[in-house]
């Protein structure tokens, strides 16, 4: 049985960082795509990133610059570093893989 766990959101101010991280059992982690997306109240669930199984990787425009996903084989983890945090990243976030989710963690950036 295939479970990701979200880990690493909180509450930062404007301009700062945090990673999440997304624990992968039941399956390796490079195995298929992973994913990052985000979902603010009232708004629909986004795409933010997705690191495909060879290892390149897709962003969001409104985050390109700013955020890095990379995955660790030997923890069967992914991550996403977050970095120059705006208001506007404020969301649950929730990584992906095919149609398994996680529970999600909520990431806050404000002063």
């Known amino acids: 049985q295939v479970q990701l766990v979200e880990s690493g959101g909180g509450l930062v101010q404007p301009g700062g960082s945090l990673r999440l991280s997304c624990a992968v059992s039941?399956?390796?982690?490079?195995?298929?795509?992973m994913n990052w997306w985000r979902q603010a109240p009232g708004k629909q669930r986004d795409l933010v990133a997705t690191?495909?199984?060879?290892?390149?990787?897709y962003y969001a425009t409104s985050v390109k610059g700013r955020f890095t996903i990379s995955r660790d084989n030997a923890n069967n983890t992914m991550s996403l570093q977050m970095n120059s945090l705006k208001p506007e990243d404020t969301a649950v976030y929730f990584c992906?893989?095919?149609?398994?989710w996680g529970q999600g963690t909520q990431v806050t950036v404000s002063s």
């Open positions: 992906s893989r095919l149609d398994i």
């Open positions: 039941g399956t390796s982690v490079s195995s298929y795509n």
């Open positions: 690191i495909f199984t060879y290892g390149n990787t």
